[in-house]
């Protein structure tokens, strides 16, 4: 098991009403990266962890092109489903909790 496998569930446990427990750790990771993006606070050791933890799970999860797409989507609407759910007044609550710690998580990454 890798250290990215200890990652993912603590970086996703926010977002289990948002994003489908079903849905592969990379759309879930997607997801967290759509918070933190859309709350402005990714930084650039941030978004170091991410391409680091993009890049592992796109290979332990042996996806394809069509593989990638299909997780990038369900990303995109678990985000805009949660995005509307919140609202404007809703998103600093959001930033606070889930983009506050998608960043930390992913800063948190072991780097390649």
């Known amino acids: 098991m890798s250290a990215l496998a200890a990652v993912v569930p603590a970086l996703v446990a926010g977002s289990a009403d948002a ?27 941030a978004a170091a962890g991410f391409a680091a ?27 805009a489903s949660e995005y509307q759910n919140r609202g404007l007044g809703g998103a600093r609550g959001w930033c606070r909790t889930e983009g506050a710690e998608a960043v930390r998580r992913f800063e948190a990454v072991p780097l390649d």
């Open 53 to 79: 933890v993009e890049r592992r799970l796109i290979a332990e999860e042996g996806l394809d092109q069509d593989g990638v797409t299909g997780a990038r989507s369900a990303a995109g609407i678990a985000f």
């Open 19 to 45: 994003a489908d427990r079903q849905s592969s750790a990379y759309a879930q990771a997607l997801y967290a990266m759509s918070v933190a993006e859309q709350c402005g606070m990714v930084t650039p050791r």
